[in-house]
């Protein structure tokens, strides 16, 4: 094997382990803020002090770790944002004096189609038999003409109804696996980042709460 295809062999693997290292990130990101808890518990001389107020740092990233969440949540689903619905509740306080309340309706009416078609008959020309049997056979021209025309009438609208029903059929089963695919989303998504503000709200409850006793044992 030449020294080329060695490299290339390499250059791949590492490839393939940052994305693998890279898949579990969220783990890094919490195995880096406890040990920078821990280096800066170490670097403040590992006192109660230090070791209660490294404790309320990680729970305050813990909580917020769910607010994220949270907001995830409720922008998946096209809520707005806890923000603006305390603005939009702040807009609705009650004016001194009383509030003017309008309000307005509308009226819609609906569009009727009317469809009128024209039938062509023969009349005879005289009333001997030769005009007559003429006539007959003009008017039955002109009804198989009708009837054909409504056969193609029907099978046009058959085509035509049975494409819509198709088109609803895909679009229901494309808004079915959307909101398949949010409520995955929601119920998933956010379970590794609620375990990683677990993770650090539970370390930093251990180290706000028992502080002097941890603060003795690292002495």
Same mark, same amino acid.
């Given at each position: 094997?030449?020294?080329?295809?060695?490299?290339?062999?390499?250059?791949?693997?590492l490839?393939?382990?940052?994305?693998?290292?890279?898949a579990?990130?969220?783990?890094?990101?919490?195995?880096?803020?406890?040990?920078?808890?821990?280096?800066?518990v170490?670097?403040?001389?590992?006192?109660?002090?230090?070791?209660?107020?490294?404790?309320?740092?990680?729970?305050v990233?813990?909580?917020?770790?769910?607010?994220?969440?949270?907001?995830?949540t409720?922008k998946?689903?096209?809520?707005p944002s806890?923000?603006?619905?305390?603005?939009?509740?702040?807009?609705?306080?009650?004016?001194? $004096? &009383?509030?003017v309340? #309008? +309000?307005? !309706?509308?009226?819609?009416? =609906?569009?009727?189609?009317?469809?009128?078609? %024209?039938?062509?008959?023969?009349?005879?020309?005289?009333?001997?038999?030769?005009?007559?049997?003429?006539?007959?056979?003009?008017?039955?021209?002109?009804?198989?003409?009708?009837?054909?025309?409504?056969?193609?009438?029907?099978?046009?609208?058959?085509?035509?109804?049975?494409?819509?029903?198709?088109?609803?059929?895909?679009a229901?089963?494309?808004?079915?696996?959307?909101?398949?695919?949010?409520?995955?989303?929601?119920?998933? $998504? &956010?379970?590794?980042? #609620? +375990?990683? !503000?677990?993770?650090?709200? =539970?370390?930093?409850?251990?180290?706000?709460? %028992?502080?002097?006793?941890?603060?003795?044992?690292?002495?």
């Amino acid at each position: 094997m030449t020294l080329s295809a060695v490299i290339k062999r390499l250059q791949l693997w590492l490839r393939a382990m940052i994305r693998w290292l890279g898949a579990a990130w969220l783990a890094w990101l919490a195995l880096a803020a406890l040990l920078i808890a821990g280096l800066c518990v170490a670097l403040a001389g590992a006192h109660e002090p230090s070791v209660r107020i490294v404790g309320l740092a990680l729970q305050v990233l813990g909580i917020g770790t769910v607010a994220l969440g949270i907001r995830k949540t409720r922008k998946l689903f096209g809520r707005p944002s806890l923000l603006s619905v305390i603005r939009l509740w702040l807009k609705r306080f009650p004016r001194y $004096g &009383g509030q003017v309340i #309008s +309000a307005s !309706g509308d009226v819609t009416g =609906g569009a009727t189609s009317v469809r009128a078609r %024209a039938y062509q008959t023969a009349n005879p020309v005289d009333g001997s038999v030769e005009a007559r049997l003429d006539a007959l056979e003009t008017s039955v021209r002109h009804i198989h003409e009708r009837i054909s025309g409504v056969a193609t009438e029907l099978d046009q609208q058959a085509r035509d109804h049975g494409d819509a029903i198709e088109r609803e059929r895909h679009a229901r089963a494309a808004e079915q696996q959307r909101l398949w695919d949010r409520l995955e989303a929601t119920e998933t $998504g &956010g379970l590794s980042l #609620s +375990a990683v !503000g677990v993770l650090w709200l =539970g370390v930093g409850v251990i180290m706000s709460t %028992a502080a002097p006793e941890i603060a003795r044992w690292l002495h």
